[in-house]
């Protein structure tokens, strides 16, 4: 049987972990190719029925990031995201949504080294949780 | 009883308002709400244990409002509602007459919501034992029991929306459910759409909901939704030390943030 290899999807903001991610690239630092990117404009935008969407798509954890408190390109969009993120990891877990399958952090432009780490360090994580069953297993039938 | 009754009828003469939203009889045993727009109507109002429904509901809903200035029967969580709603935007002081009849047939008439703001600060919300017990029994549970116990409720839910149509603060006049570019909520009620829909409804009432239950009680198969609310309301509380319905005015928990909130899980 072939090594499980976690999904992992990337919700990243536009101005410092994306550009951080891209000075991972440019460094020249290797890390998990497991990891899909999908750039949004700031952490503020980033729904919280996108994270249940993309576990109901496949993925087997997530990652959100975005600029530092104090940074945010539109002054306060990581300020609201983190008070959203607070209460919607409290709700997950206390429905029984495995929260150590997301991991939240805050990586600037100018930690490509940072980006790394956190991708190799999810993978591993989640390569230990394994496959997240409970949501595949979830009945859709009917679904389109 | 009689004190309310004199007071609605006399608001209804004067011509101080045009409708009474309040409590009447209903099939069996029940009490229903019921508009009181006649002066000599006003008899038919109650008000018991058996009156529970959050009132407040009908301050935004179109057919209402079209009835004119109204004067509501008022419970404790209908009280908060209405600070809400004004917190909101929804009503204005002056709009309406708030009634709030006590157990032993006292009556406070509500002149301004800032008395409302001094009477909540005083009172006591109690929490119902069965309700706690049951809260404290999921808290107590291993995650992956949590995730059995949500998945056998959820998978009860048969999408009625029952629970948004209960909601005094789900007046959005367009609801997420309702929007298909893109379908957030799958239509069929299947395990999945309704995981992702009572989390939506959890998520959209955070720092709004005032926890007056009627989500819960108008659930025809009995999910207890109230445990997602007061998650959520515990949260904010403990996290941001703010409650919903107790200001009228713009006091919501995810609209606003403050520089030094905490968390642990962020690296």
Request: aromatic content about 10%.
């Amino acid at each position: 049987m072939p090594e499980f290899e976690p999904r992992i999807v990337a919700f990243v903001c536009n101005w410092c972990t994306y550009a951080g991610a891209d000075l991972t690239g440019t460094s020249r630092i290797k890390y998990s190719p497991n990891v899909e990117v999908i750039r949004f404009p700031c952490t503020g935008r980033i729904d919280f029925m996108l994270l249940l969407k993309a576990f109901a798509e496949g993925a087997d954890g997530i990652i959100i990031s975005g600029c530092h408190p104090n940074d945010c390109h539109y002054t306060s969009g990581n300020f609201h995201a983190r008070r959203r993120w607070i209460l919607f990891r409290g709700l997950l877990d206390f429905m029984g949504i495995d929260v150590e399958r997301v991991q939240f952090s805050w990586v600037s432009a100018a930690e490509g080294a940072k980006w790394a780490d956190v991708v190799n360090t999810t993978v591993e994580a989640v390569r230990k949780l394994g496959p997240y069953e409970n949501f595949r297993k979830i009945d859709r039938a009917g679904a389109v | 009883m009689d004190e309310l009754r004199k007071k609605a009828r006399a608001l209804l003469e004067a011509g101080e308002v045009r409708v009474v939203i309040g409590y009447g009889g209903g099939t069996g045993d029940r009490a229903r709400a019921i508009f009181v727009r006649e002066p000599e109507r006003a008899d038919e109002l109650i008000f018991d244990g058996r009156c529970r429904q959050n009132l407040a509901i009908y301050l935004t809903r179109r057919e209402v409002k079209e009835l004119g200035k109204p004067a509501i029967v008022a419970t404790l969580p209908a009280l908060k509602t209405v600070l809400q709603l004004a917190g909101e935007f929804q009503i204005a002081e002056g709009g309406l007459v708030v009634l709030a009849p006590g157990a032993d047939g006292s009556l406070i008439e509500f002149k301004t919501f800032a008395d409302i703001e001094k009477y909540l600060a005083g009172a006591a919300s109690p929490i119902d034992p069965a309700e706690q017990a049951e809260m404290d029994r999921v808290r107590a549970m291993s995650p992956d029991e949590r995730w059995k116990y949500w998945l056998g409720q959820i998978s009860r839910c048969i999408k009625c929306y029952a629970c948004r149509q209960a909601c005094p603060m789900c007046y959005c006049p367009r609801c997420t459910v309702e929007c298909n570019q893109p379908q957030w909520i799958p239509v069929p009620s299947h395990e999945l759409g309704n995981l992702e829909w009572n989390v939506m409804r959890a998520m959209h009432l955070a720092g709004r909901c005032v926890d007056c239950g009627d989500c819960s009680r108008a659930c025809p198969v009995g999910i207890p939704l109230y445990l997602l609310n007061r998650v959520l309301i515990g949260d904010i509380e403990s996290n941001f030390h703010q409650r919903a319905g107790m200001k009228a005015e713009v006091d919501y928990a995810l609209s606003t943030f403050h520089p030094d909130d905490r968390e642990n899980f962020i690296r």
